[in-house]
């Protein structure tokens, strides 16, 4: 799965890519991360894959970080949707990134890039629902712009 996601990035057939992305990351964040009930057998199956393979979500977050922010990238609505689902996986693995993503830019325009990831969350809430996909699309359009300003 990890080759073929890569495949796929790097043939920036991205936009099914990114679906299918989206659609395991909301699988594993709707019946795993917030589930109530035991998880279905699918999930389960799934849940073990992703423990045998533990850096595979934060890869494809990383990569995807890594496009809006430092590429032209044509499609962020597309990108925007599995890097939501993805940071509502693991605050722990978004907060990680925001670190490593801050310190590989320059210490005098940290301070300001910190508060770029700030607001990017403002007012973003813990769920997959179309409301709050949006929500997050819009900021995330502001926040490339913030980000990449000199
Ligand atoms: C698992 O997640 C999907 C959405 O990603 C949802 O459609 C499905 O109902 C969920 N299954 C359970 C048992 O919650
Ligand atoms: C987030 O949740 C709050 C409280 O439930 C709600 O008022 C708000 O509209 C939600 N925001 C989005 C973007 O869905
Ligand atoms: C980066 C950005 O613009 N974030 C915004 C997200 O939306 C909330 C609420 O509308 C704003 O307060 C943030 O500034």
Known sequence: ?????HFCMAKFTFIQCASAVDNLAAFYFNNITIAESPPPQAALNLARHI?????????????????VLFEDCGNQWSLSRPMLSLILISEQVFSDLKAQILA????????????????????VNRSLDSRNRDKFTQN???FRHDFRVK
């Open 140 to 142: 995330l359009t502001i």
């Open 51 to 67: 423990v045998e393979c533990p850096n595979l979500f934060p890869e494809i977050l990383k990569t995807l970080f890594e496009i």
């Open 1 to 5: 799965m990890w080759f073929y996601i």
């Open 104 to 123: 590989s830019q320059p210490v005098d325009q940290q301070q300001r890039l910190a508060v770029c990831f700030d607001k990017l969350m403002a007012d």
